[in-house]
């Protein structure tokens, strides 16, 4: 039987960004690093990350789990997937885009926050015009892009107090008047 020799967490980050054609610099931003610590890291001038948030970050732009890393340690504290966020997972796959070409379609600053919001580590934005650019990106229809959007008000007014039931209609005019204004006012 010929042995198995487990893969490098350094040797995987190098051939997938030569397969993608990542440039080093690219990868930095939308890790959250600098481009020195991505040189170290594969030259192994320095041990991979044990820091979970850059190992899920390194994961998400990679697009594979993060326990495929052998330094990553499963946090303790339970993750809460967003049914929104898999949609956008859903909807990468049905474009045939890899994770790195959806995350290059946005500006560089905002790269980082996008793999934190594929990641789960930050909800999708309240600001419409982030959200319609996701969506567009993705070419989602205008409907879907405004559930989503919904959903995550309905979301930040319950978590800032606002009992949604006890007043569903404030919070329905309220939204149908944003779908009025944001769906029919083009």
């Given at each position: 039987m010929k042995q198995?020799?487990?893969e490098k967490s350094s040797e995987k980050v190098a051939k997938f960004l030569e397969k993608n054609s990542l440039h080093k610099r690219d990868f930095a931003e939308m890790i959250g690093v600098t481009l020195s610590y991505v040189y170290n890291l594969i030259d192994e001038t320095v041990p991979f990350s044990t820091r979970g948030t850059?190992?899920?970050r390194i994961a998400t732009v990679m697009d594979i789990e993060p326990e495929e890393f052998p330094e990553y340690r499963i946090p303790q504290e339970p993750i809460l997937i967003d049914e929104s966020i898999e949609t956008i997972k859903d909807y990468i796959k049905e474009n045939k885009m890899t994770?790195?070409?959806f995350l290059k379609a946005f500006p560089r600053k905002k790269r980082i926050d996008i793999v934190d919001i594929l990641r789960g580590a930050?909800?999708?934005p309240i600001d419409y015009k982030e959200?319609?650019?996701i969506g567009k990106i993705l070419?989602?229809?205008d409907e879907e892009v405004y559930n989503m959007w919904e959903q995550r008000i309905r979301q930040v007014l319950e978590s800032g107090g606002m009992n949604i039931y006890a007043n569903s209609g404030l919070v329905t005019t309220m939204l149908d008047c944003a779908r009025n204004y944001l769906l029919n006012d083009k």
């Open positions: 198995i020799i487990p850059t190992i899920e994770v790195v070409s930050l909800p999708l959200l319609k650019m070419n989602m229809q």
